[in-house]
């Protein structure tokens, strides 16, 4: 791979990272909602969107916006058995939720082929454009992360988003005041779940081949690590978190280390930087204050 390629590779998983990490600081960053199975809704859409489009020739588009909603729904089954919890029991709870995900993906082989992955996910095509060069699907994807900060930026700012800071920041206080606690958190975790959805599309159709442990419980830890670095409540930190930890282990490629210890690296790279920014500055590097 050419210089540019990689650059423009680089440039590409940035801006899925980012989706990640905006449709994340919805649940986590503005419903306070401890999600450590974010990871699930990515691969779920991922798997969705392949399935579709390889079993059912679905175009792009559909199984994009399918992969979505098929994402907020299991975000709507998760709310009933979790939202009631609070804090590290939610967290837990989440994690297992991302653990059982992960599990079917492996076991499932019928639908998923399990361990082996699904190969040959077809580029996405606009009439009759394809999106088969890197520039070009660099540009697909920065065109939906801006479409993404946008409507997220409508949501925060609405009523829906002051009652979603509101619940946050004290539940009770909101409760008592009349709003529905649990619809809300529920609506905030669907759409939560729909980015991230969406996200995975835009990965398998980038890849054109997916496998469960790209979905694992650590996705799930890097994606809040993007939230924690860039700033809670703030979807320029999440764009932030998402440059900075995407590029981080970058350099370690031009470095003479072998395949399987530059994981080991990357992750106590991403534990340093996690470390010293919750040292120096608790709130992320441009993140709001937020009531604990």
Known sequence: MGLENFILNILIFIGIYMILGLSLQIALGYTGLLNFGHAAFYGIGAYASALLAINLNFPFWISFLIAGLI???FGLLLSFPTLKLRGDYLALATIGFGIIIEQILKNWKSLTRGPLGIPGIPKPIFFTFEFSSLLSYLILVYIIVILVYLILSRIVNSPFGRVLKSIRDDEL?????????????TLALMISAFFAGIAGSLYAHYVTYIDPTSFNILQSVLIVSIIVIGGLASLKGAIIGAIILILLPEPLRFLNIPN???????QILYSILLIIILLKRPKGIIGEDVAS
């Open 71 to 73: 994402a907020s729904i």
């Open 173 to 185: 206080a909101a409760s008592t005041l009349g709003k529905n606690i649990f619809k809300y958190k």
């Open 260 to 266: 399987f210890i530059v994981g080991g690296i990357r």
